[in-house]
């Protein structure tokens, strides 16, 4: 079955250091979802890559989906401690029956030191 | 706040006992997800539900059982409990069964089995 790989696992750095995250599906994808779950929270949806090469940005966050449709990052610029928590890739799949599903990457936690 | 609630929040019991975790979806959102959350692993599909209809299942036990009702709350049961089904189990909810649309989690329900 479609497989959805993130890496690093863990990420600490000290506030104001650049992080970033890399997914990777094991399918090309007809769209990738990020989500942030805060420590002790739900996950939360960031945002939606649709097109090939499509790069979005949301203040210090940028979001590309590569070329191929396989693999997509996440790079925060200048952490800030409000960053703080794991970070998911998700892309769905085709479950039969018109249906869809999302697999999720096990995530990246990033841990910001003040 | 997503829109989608889940009780209770927490959960206590024993080996071998049976529990039945709630979901109300956003309000005009038709589709319901169950996922199991382990300590520090990812997000695991277990079962979706689509305006009532069973669509998609995922990692799900056979002693685990889930049904959504006609007002379109979802009901998740675990039955003959063990101590590794310990975990926090999320619904989410999407408006269509479709790979563009985005899903909305829960605050979860943490469930602890000893």
């Known amino acids: 079955g479609q497989q959805v790989m993130q890496i690093p696992q863990y990420q600490h750095v000290q506030e104001g250091e650049d992080f970033t995250t890399y997914c990777n599906s094991s399918?090309?994808?007809?769209?990738i979802q990020w989500y942030k779950q805060r420590p002790g929270g739900h996950p939360v949806f960031l945002i939606q890559?649709?097109?090939?090469?499509e790069v979005k940005k949301q203040k210090r966050l940028t979001f590309q989906f590569g070329e191929a449709k396989k693999n997509s990052s996440l790079h925060i610029t200048a952490t800030q401690t409000t960053d703080v928590g794991t970070y998911f890739c998700?892309?769905?799949?085709?479950?039969?029956?018109?249906?869809?599903?999302?697999?999720f990457g096990k995530g990246t936690k990033l841990s910001v030191i003040p | 706040d997503s829109g989608v609630t889940q009780t209770p929040k927490h959960l206590i019991t024993a080996t071998g006992q049976r529990v039945t975790l709630r979901c109300s979806p956003r309000?005009?959102?038709?589709?319901v997800y169950w996922y199991q959350q382990s300590l520090d692993q990812g997000l695991q599909f277990l079962i979706q539900?689509?305006?009532?209809?069973?669509?998609a299942k995922g990692n799900i036990l056979e002693r685990f059982s889930a049904q959504q009702f006609p007002d379109l709350h979802s009901e998740l049961n675990l039955s003959s409990l063990e101590l590794g089904d310990s975990a926090l189990y999320f619904c989410?909810?999407?408006?269509?069964?479709?790979?563009?649309?985005?899903?909305?989690f829960g605050p979860g329900t943490r469930l602890t089995v000893l």
């Open positions: 989410a909810s999407s408006v269509e069964d479709s790979s563009v649309h985005t899903q909305y």
């Open positions: 399918t090309t994808l007809s769209n």
């Open positions: 890559l649709v097109k090939s090469g």
């Open positions: 998700a892309g769905p799949g085709y479950s039969g029956a018109g249906s869809y599903q999302l697999t």
């Open positions: 309000s005009g959102d038709l589709s």
């Open positions: 539900y689509y305006n009532g209809e069973e669509r």
